[in-house]
């Protein structure tokens, strides 16, 4: 463990927002002061928890004025949760006496289905609809359920508030959301597309149009969360108009770990002639496809990009897939806005492969999108334009704050109060 010799900074009586990001194998926990959040996206205190093969949890903790670093052992990483947290109230990266003072716990949900448009204060019933859409989303729905239910013993006294990656799309028009499929299924089933990592689309296209000095309602952006999941979206005046994710984050861009899309009569194939269960295919394509999948070696771009270089045959394929992936999203999502004023790459391998942002920017130079090479290639953690004076695209880098947004989220309806439970749309 490290830690810094300075005394931790407490706070005193003013209003904490926890917020909890949770996944199945990683998790990213903030404290805001939900006095300051709407003016600084700079948490008290933030954590990050990533599980290893050998089923031992790491975790970074920053306080206001100390870090630490430690292992923890545990296979349940919402358990490793509970005492990752403990550390802000005691020890040298505490930022207050006790937890008394936390008003609300915000969650990010992937998946709000029909039921929810909007952050909403979770009850015993929004629990039940929450777990009704799991097998939609089996990767990381169970995973912010659980942390709900920690949230809720760890601080009985705090709101619960769930906030949904599908919100931001939820108004996008019926062209771009009903599938070509008999339309009975949307209205019995609510078969459509939801889109998902809303709330980081939402973040960068806000934070993009402040960059450049443009106002939102005439701004169109195309943001891309490229990270293990990923997925792109169009924004014009504001508002989502495209995505890529669907229905289910299966659909859209090559992943980590997830195929995409791909032709519906495969998996059609495969039950029928290959005896595959309908379980085994959902773990395939979840779990076992993708960058991992082509290359049967990795679902890390980085570990791919190096392989690449020496000569290993299947990393340059999941890598050239992925490539064309990405870039001819992005071509097709620049089409429905007639273009754009920007390009935002976010998420882990947005905000941090050079080599991924450059081979994509340089297969889309026709529509006048120019990147910098050496402005791309500088190593940098801050937010910042990468594009060429010649580009007629600005191409932004932008880190994900999908905490802060969360956080935000929370305070605005701690503040207008609204209905606890959505009525089905």
Aim: glycine share 8%; aromatic share 6%.
């Amino acid at each position: 463990m490290t830690e810094s010799k300075n005394e931790p900074e407490r706070r005193g009586g003013q209003e904490l927002i926890v917020v909890c990001n949770s996944g199945s194998t990683s998790a990213k926990l903030a404290i805001f002061s939900a006095d300051s959040v709407s003016a600084s996206d700079k948490p008290l205190w933030k954590a990050v928890l990533k599980k290893h093969a050998d089923k031992s949890v790491q975790v970074e903790i920053h306080g206001s004025s100390a870090e630490s670093k430690l292992e923890i052992p545990g296979e349940d990483i919402t358990q490793v949760i509970e005492t990752a947290l403990q550390s802000a109230w005691s020890g040298p990266t505490a930022i207050a006496k006790d937890d008394s003072n936390v008003r609300a716990v915000g969650h990010r949900i992937v998946h709000g289905g029909t039921y929810f448009s909007e952050p909403t204060l979770v009850t015993e019933r929004v629990l039940e609809q929450l777990h009704e859409l799991y097998e939609l989303a089996p990767l990381h729905q169970p995973a912010g359920v659980e942390c709900v239910k920690l949230a809720s013993r760890i601080f009985p006294n705090a709101k619960q508030i769930a906030v949904f990656d599908t919100s931001y799309f939820h108004g996008m028009a019926p062209e771009a959301t009903i599938y070509p499929v008999p339309y009975e299924w949307h209205e019995k089933h609510g078969i459509r597309r939801y889109g998902f990592h809303g709330i980081n689309h939402q973040y960068c296209s806000r934070k993009a149009a402040e960059m450049t000095a443009k106002p939102i309602s005439e701004f169109r952006v195309v943001t891309c969360h490229l990270g293990g999941g990923a997925s792109m979206a169009a924004t014009n005046n504001g508002h989502a108009v495209a995505t890529t994710m669907g229905f289910t984050p299966l659909d859209g861009l090559m992943m980590g770990t997830r195929s995409g899309e791909i032709d519906p009569g495969i998996i059609l194939y495969l039950l029928e002639n290959q005896k595959y269960t309908s379980q085994q295919i959902d773990h395939a394509l979840n779990y076992d496809s993708g960058l991992k999948g082509v290359s049967e070696i990795s679902s890390d771009v980085e570990q791919l990009q190096n392989l690449s270089s020496d000569g290993n045959k299947r990393a340059q394929l999941a890598l050239s897939i992925y490539i064309r992936s990405i870039s001819g999203h992005l071509g097709s999502l620049l089409t429905t806005m007639n273009g754009a004023d920007a390009v935002v790459f976010s998420a882990g391998v947005g905000e941090n492969s050079s080599y991924i942002r450059e081979e994509v920017t340089k297969r889309l130079t026709f529509t006048g999108i120019v990147c910098d090479t050496t402005s791309n290639e500088a190593p940098s953690h801050d937010d910042r334009e990468i594009s060429a004076r010649t580009s007629i695209i600005h191409i932004l880098v932008i880190n994900a704050q999908e905490e802060w947004m969360i956080a935000k989220e929370c305070v605005r309806l701690l503040e207008n109060a609204p209905a606890e439970t959505p009525s089905r749309s």
